[in-house]
């Protein structure tokens, strides 16, 4: 099952995220088919696999594993500082409070949402593409599965 989780999280992150995301004490938790629903470490979600397409959706702390292992700008979506606080507490982001986003980013992706600092304040789906982001001046730009100060 491990090697399972990383294998995908390798395809939808890159390289290397897999091993960066689960370590070895990883316990999982199974649907009543038998298939992996949800990776927690110590009793803390770091993902839930989608059932509709198997891709991961993070939690904090798994998001939290995620940014430290990259280097910036990959998957992040940087923010205004004056709205760090409403988006740790689970506000989505608007592409008007878009500082900077990875150019890579595609609508759909699983991107990590941060400060200027590089502190986590959520995790969540991106609705543009980086590029649009930043380009936009309207509109959600990322909706926020979990904020960082309201779990």
Known sequence: MLRQVRVI?????????GNAIFPDSCDFILSRTGRIRQITLAGKRLATVRAADGR???GIEGAERFRASLDPPA?????AGEVAEFI???KN??????VTADPAIRAGDEVVVVNPSDDLLATGEAVLSGREMLVFNYGAAVKVRQGRYNP
Do not use: N, P
């Open 88 to 90: 740790g507490q689970g």
């Open 75 to 79: 998957y992040r979506v940087v923010v």
């Open 9 to 17: 999280a390798d395809f939808q992150f890159g390289r290397g995220a």
């Open 93 to 98: 982001v608007f592409a008007r409070h878009v």
């Open 56 to 58: 991961l959706t993070l």
